[in-house]
């Protein structure tokens, strides 16, 4: 192990028995910072579940994005008292769509039966297949229908609703893939978190650090969440305005289509395929 590695270490320890302290007096928001019931609600949560050890079920599988994965991940590795399972069928390097692996550390047989999170990534033809691979689908649904939050990233959105877990639930998923969310009986909605009941949903890849920040306030509270945020210095100041079609220029807006043009029509092959195998919509 490297210096830089037991550093590392060192301060999440640090920053994790902090939160861990912080959890325990969470539910001292002020009431000018509650502004709904919601907000009230959450801190009850948090309080009640403040000595709690978590445990998060983030799902792995080949050609996934990466970084819909890893986002979120250090949000979740970093809170205190967590325990977060890489899942798989087995426990073999799997193969993201950049080529490089990441290695399971939790078999799905081996995973725990209650999870506080079951998180799902996206992807392209790696997500397409998971949507037609009713062993992982039937997983996501036992583990979900006793799970805290069900929450996902990018297409993985596509997944869950694969599996029957939107229907009847707003969500969003990446902007050229969102509008086949109500193929599953989903609304989708053009937010980059979207929280409906306990369904959390990110949009598109580097949606997942906002994502991972959101989940950290309901698992632990907005102060550690905030903790997280300046530790990881998240602040961002995108160099150009080109990160939705909203603000996209029209160019760069028509060369993403044409390179989304395949995928787009392999995803919503799989969707329709998910819906009429397991009588989806």
């Known amino acids: 192990m490297n210096e830089s590695d037991i550093s590392r270490r060192s301060f999440t320890k640090g920053i994790s028995l902090a939160l861990a302290a912080s959890a ?23 309080a009640a579940h403040a000595k709690s050890r978590l445990q998060i079920g983030m799902l792995l599988y080949p050609g996934l994005s990466a970084l819909d994965l890893v986002g979120p991940h250090p949000f979740f590795a970093e809170l205190s008292n967590s325990e977060v399972h890489l899942l ?13 692996s990441i290695v399971p550390t939790t078999s799905i047989r081996e995973c725990p039966r209650d999870l506080d999170v079951v998180f799902v990534p996206g992807g392209t033809s790696g997500t397409f297949a998971m949507m037609d691979d009713d062993e992982i689908l039937s997983f996501l649904a036992e583990r979900s229908s006793r799970a805290r939050y069900v929450t996902s990233v990018c297409t993985g959105s596509l997944i869950l609703g694969a599996a029957g877990l939107l229907k009847g639930y707003r969500a969003t998923s990446h902007w050229r893939f969102r509008d086949l969310l109500p193929m599953f009986g989903a609304t989708p909605v053009e937010e980059r978190v979207v929280t409906d009941r306990n369904r959390i949903t990110g949009g598109g890849v580097t949606a997942g650090i906002d994502f991972g920040l959101v989940i950290a306030s309901r698992l632990r509270g907005r102060h550690a969440a905030e903790v997280l945020q300046l530790y990881n210095e998240y602040d961002p100041h995108p160099p150009f305005a080109a990160g939705t079609p909203a603000v996209s220029p029209l160019a760069t807006k028509d060369a993403a289509y044409s390179a989304l043009a395949s995928a787009y029509e392999q995803g919503r092959a799989a969707a329709a395929r998910a819906r009429e195998r397991r009588h989806l919509g």
């Open 24 to 46: 325990l007096s969470e539910s001292g928001f002020s009431q000018e910072q509650r502004s709904t019931r919601t907000e009230a609600e959450i801190d009850a949560d948090v």
């Open 88 to 100: 798989w069928k087995n426990k073999d390097p799997v193969v993201s769509s950049l080529g490089y």
